[in-house]
């Protein structure tokens, strides 16, 4: 437990007491003290006080990373310091004012951090929820399917497993959400633009194969549940439409008219283009890798193992799914790439656990290990993706590496799949029905997937300044 006022007096004494503060406010997880000597305060010295997590230099800010307890931490600060209490930052206005004090030159890597960034604060917001779902998905998993202590027709296990079905199926509302505060737009804005893209009639239109148009032009209708793909590209571009309406709207009638045209204006960019293109990019790549995994033998499994996961993250899996599943219904047996994807689940197990034994912050272990256990039990791996590898992004190298692992010894030994089970670790249960060689291959693939990725992740997954940070 953090003791929050002493972590409020080291804090005060390293930055010059109170004589050196002109105010102070704090958002979500930072204190931000605009101080009269900003040359006082010693980064290290602010770093090495136990409870704080890191230091930022924006401006005229002085910002000392603290955590979710930072209202208490900044509660006791005032208190200290007889300064009058301000009221918190909000996240939105937090991120604009950081984006205006950190502008880098773009370069092509620049670019590339921007682009994982933003996808990151679009998924990062949202771990609480798959965790928390997830683990009603594990709790399912042990208490009904493994130990049978109630069965799969109870209301119990009926509850936990909408509440689960929940934390993923409205992805595109809650990323749309983040996203939209990232880029300084009312963040339900972006959580409408989720809401319209699962629309229940537009998903009847995309069940029942029915053509429609967007203004009369022509738009690709599908299903965009579990995706965040979609909303992720959609709504940069209905928070730049807005922001030129914004600019231009009349103060009086900005409140109603600006959401509302920005809304009519970018439709078609968002039906007829940006939401159906991960969905046709994908049933390219899904196709030439089912093609690939067919025809190169051992190692187009392991490829395919290897890739499984970023297929997962943009919706394109589902379209590799289909024909696996239509050619396992009709001979009741899954071999070759078919097999892939299980090993890449193994391989997230072992990026959490990797993280979980490397990082340094508590609050980081505890959510690696959450995100271990919300996989290994739950069978849910986005946490781990997005929480652990989008974060951190050299364990997507932990994550590459185990899943090629495992595909790789599936792929030798022609593994065989005979029944189709949960995601979890109740997935090796799935190789049961042909040799005893079969089951122990389908045990080794998938443990050795999540070795190699917990050791790959352990020692390359995280730079040395990333674990100073943490």
Not at 9 to 23: E, F, P, T, Y
Request: charge should be neutral; glycine fraction near 10%; charged fraction near 15%.
């Amino acid at each position: 437990m953090a003791n929050n006022k002493e972590i409020a007096q080291n804090v005060l004494a390293a930055v010059g007491g109170s004589a050196n503060i002109k105010s102070a406010t704090h958002c979500m997880t930072r204190l931000r003290l605009y101080l009269k000597d900003d040359t006082i305060p010693q980064d290290d010295q602010v770093k090495a006080i136990k409870g704080v997590l890191g230091v930022v230099r924006g401006g005229q800010q002085y910002q000392i990373v603290i955590g979710t307890n930072v209202d208490k931490v900044y509660d006791e600060l005032i208190a200290l310091a007889g300064l009058k209490a301000s009221a918190p930052v909000k996240d939105d206005q937090a991120a604009a004012e950081d984006v205006k004090v950190i502008k880098k030159k773009l370069t092509f890597k620049q670019a590339g951090k921007n682009v994982l960034g933003y996808t990151a604060g679009c998924m990062t917001p949202m771990i609480p929820v798959l965790l928390g779902g997830g683990l009603c998905n594990a709790f399912n998993a042990i208490f009904a399917d493994m130990l049978g202590l109630y069965s799969a027709q109870s209301n119990l296990y009926i509850l936990l497993n909408f509440v689960y079905d929940a934390a993923l199926y409205f992805m595109p509302i809650l990323a749309g959400y983040s996203a939209a505060k990232q880029l300084d737009v009312n963040g339900m804005l972006g959580a409408f633009i989720g809401c319209i893209l699962m629309s229940p009639d537009f998903a009847a239109i995309a069940s029942a194969g029915t053509p429609f148009d967007v203004y009369g032009i022509p738009c690709t209708v599908t299903t965009y549940s579990q995706t965040v793909l979609p909303v992720m590209l959609s709504v940069p571009v209905f928070c730049l439409i807005y922001k030129i309406i914004k600019k231009y709207m009349p103060d009086v009638i900005t409140t109603v008219f600006t959401p509302f045209l920005s809304i009519l204006i970018s439709l078609p960019f968002i039906l007829c283009l940006l939401a159906p293109l991960g969905t046709i990019v994908g049933n390219l790549i899904s196709n030439g890798l089912a093609w690939f995994g067919m025809n190169t033998g051992f190692f187009g499994v392991a490829v395919i193992a290897a890739l499984w996961e970023f297929l997962v993250m943009s919706g394109m899996h589902l379209a590799l799914m289909m024909p696996m599943m239509a050619d396992f219904f009709e001979t009741g047996i899954q071999s070759g790439p078919m097999t892939a994807g299980a090993f890449a689940t193994w391989a997230c197990f072992g990026v959490a656990l990797g993280a979980a034994l490397r990082m340094r912050s508590k609050d980081e272990r505890s959510e690696a290990f959450g995100a271990f256990a919300s996989g290994i039990l739950g069978g849910v791996t986005e946490p781990t993706l997005y929480g652990i590898c989008f974060q951190h992004t050299r364990c997507f190298i932990g994550l590459i590496a185990g899943g090629f692992a495992g595909g790789a010894i599936a792929g030798m030994f022609d593994l065989k799949g005979y029944v189709m089970t949960s995601a979890n670790f109740l997935s090796v249960l799935g190789y049961v029905g042909g040799t005893d060689t079969n089951l122990i291959v389908g045990i080794v693939a998938s443990v050795m997937s999540l070795v190699v990725a917990a050791v790959v992740t352990f020692f390359f997954g995280f730079p040395r300044k990333e674990l100073e940070k943490s």
